[in-house]
């Protein structure tokens, strides 16, 4: 089975090999869909896991005794275009640069692949514009 999750590394085990861990130890393959290492070193993995249902198990229960966060569904930030006004405030709190606004349109900007799903975008924002999927 697949199995898509988010993890997320406190700055100690930022050098940690976990893919080839999960590998060697636990069978199970990961194919890196997204990484990120923001600014204050917290890093972020979005992976999609593949093995025996047991050996995930197994393999998150692992990760999680190493201090190591994971989200079983994988949240994304959505941005309502309709309700955004383009005031760049939430680019101002952005730590990866996924939000910028177009310098010759003025237009809001959102690279997926650079957010690390903080979510510090979404409080910022005047008209509500930003969420979660979930
Ligand atoms: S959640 Fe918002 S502030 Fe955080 S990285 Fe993504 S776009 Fe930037
Ligand atoms: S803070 Fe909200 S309204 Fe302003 S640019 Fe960002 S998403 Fe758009």
């Not at 990120?36 to 197994?58: M, W, Y």
Request: glycine share 2%; charged share 20%.
């Amino acid at each position: 089975m697949k199995k898509r999750v988010t993890l997320t590394f406190p700055q100690r085990t930022i050098q940690m090999p976990v893919t080839y861990r999960l590998a060697k130890d636990f069978n199970v393959a990961s194919n890196i869909i997204r990484a990120q290492v923001a600014p204050n070193q917290v890093g972020k993995l979005v992976v999609e896991l593949q093995g025996d249902i047991d050996e995930i198990d197994a393999a998150v229960e692992w990760m999680r005794s190493q201090h190591i966060q994971v989200s079983l569904a994988s949240r994304e930030i959505v941005i309502d275009e309709e309700t955004c006004v383009d005031c760049g405030l939430c680019t101002g709190v952005c730590p990866t640069t996924a939000l910028t606004l177009e310098p010759e349109t003025f237009k809001l900007q959102f690279e997926r692949s650079r957010c690390v799903v903080c979510e510090q975008c979404i409080s910022t924002c005047p008209v509500q514009a930003i969420a979660t999927t979930f």
